[in-house]
Nanobody, 123 residues
């Protein structure tokens, strides 16, 4: 079993940066594929970024602005979000899968989810 806890969300103005954290416990973090997803009000949960097997993947609408990273020694994953836009407003969730070959963008491929942290970007 893996427990995931997100933090770092908040209400900000457009153009600023935020860094989200996802603390993992319960199993060997390094062997897990990890991802970030987000869900805006009234919309489906969508892929944002993931790290698996040394490779990173990004949704087109965040590429160049968001950076995913992980500190295996701290069992923590991060999402650095720069140049935030109002359309980035959502609840952000971290996710984990014990399969390093997990399709990085497929929500259903992840076994464990955090409770989410809210990000609100105003113009």
């Amino acid at each position: 079993q893996v427990q995931l806890v997100e933090s770092g969300g908040g209400a900000v103005q457009a153009g600023v940066s935020l860094r989200l954290s996802c603390a993992a416990s319960g199993r060997t973090f390094i062997t897990y594929a990890m991802g970030w997803f987000r869900q805006a009000p009234g919309k489906e949960r969508e892929f944002v970024a993931s790290w698996s097997g040394g490779f990173t993947y990004y949704a087109d609408n965040v590429k160049g602005r968001f950076t995913i990273s992980r500190d295996n020694a701290k069992n923590t994953m991060y999402l650095q979000m720069n140049s935030l836009k109002p359309e980035d407003t959502a609840v952000y969730y971290c996710a984990a899968s014990p399969n390093l070959n997990t399709p990085p963008r497929v929500r259903g491929a992840y076994n464990y989810w955090g409770q989410g942290t809210g990000v609100t970007v105003s113009s």
